[in-house]
């Protein structure tokens, strides 16, 4: 069935590095790819979507590029900051199911 | 409302009691989902409701747990006779008809079973 796979962590990275999250999928189709942000002790907020090939999604300095010769979404951002520390989470929707999948979660960390 | 509300934000039950945890999607959002999320980990499917149409209850994990939404308003799901492991985070989301809008999460509740 269709699956995310991203990048275990955890990630910790001094402020102003650059960020890469990998994330891959496995699925039929078209799916679309999101990726989530969860805050400590808050809910999931969607970051940033692409629903289509070659599509990039950007928000808050992040972006994601929808490869899909490689099946691959990866998170990127030029300059983190302490306030980007949270967990992230790769996400796919299609047809072929009712819920959207979601990877494990990546936690990043950002030291200032 | 202006995003999805769940109600209570935290649950201390004895284990074998039931719980009822509730969600208040937004208004016009047709579909709902829920999940559940233990610590540490991802987010785990229990089922999902979309207008009228019958529930994909495919994600419970047993009998003790089920859900009921009337039409496209406010959902609850109840666990009857909780065990330690039904701690967790349990999470809700509502979203438009189209999965391409994602989904918009409430803040969830956490279900501690003692």
């Known amino acids: 069935g269709d699956s995310v796979t991203q990048m275990e962590g955890p990630v910790t990275l001094s402020e102003e590095a650059f960020l890469t999250i990998n994330c891959t999928y496995t699925?039929?189709?078209?799916?679309?790819l999101f990726w989530y942000v969860q805050y400590p002790g808050e809910g999931l907020q969607l970051l940033l979507k692409?629903?289509?090939?070659?599509d990039k999604g950007s928000n808050k300095g992040f972006e994601a590029t929808y490869r899909k010769e490689t099946t691959s979404f990866h998170l990127e951002k030029g300059s983190v900051q302490v306030s980007d520390s949270a967990v992230y989470f790769c996400?796919?929707?299609?047809?072929?199911?009712?819920?959207?999948?979601f990877g494990a979660g990546t936690r990043l960390t950002v030291k200032p | 409302g202006a995003g999805v509300s769940q109600s209570p934000s935290n649950k201390v039950t004895e284990k074998g009691k039931d719980v009822e945890l509730r969600c208040d999607p937004i208004?016009?959002?047709?579909?709902l989902y829920w999940y559940r999320q233990r610590l540490g980990q991802g987010l785990e499917f229990l089922i999902y409701?979309?207008?009228?149409?019958?529930?994909?209850k495919s994600g419970l994990p047993s009998d003790r747990f089920s859900a009921e939404r009337t039409g496209e308003s406010v959902s609850t799901l109840t666990i009857q006779r909780t065990q330690q492991e039904d701690s967790a985070v349990y999470l809700c989301?509502?979203?438009?008809?189209?999965?391409?809008?994602?989904?918009?999460f409430g803040s969830g509740t956490r279900l501690t079973v003692v």
């Open positions: 989301a509502s979203s438009l008809l189209s999965r391409n809008y994602g989904y918009t």
């Open positions: 699925a039929t189709g078209y799916p679309s």
């Open positions: 996400a796919l929707s299609s047809y072929n199911n009712n819920d959207m999948r």
């Open positions: 409701f979309q207008g009228n149409s019958a529930p994909d």
């Open positions: 692409a629903t289509k090939a070659d």
């Open positions: 208004s016009g959002h047709t579909a």
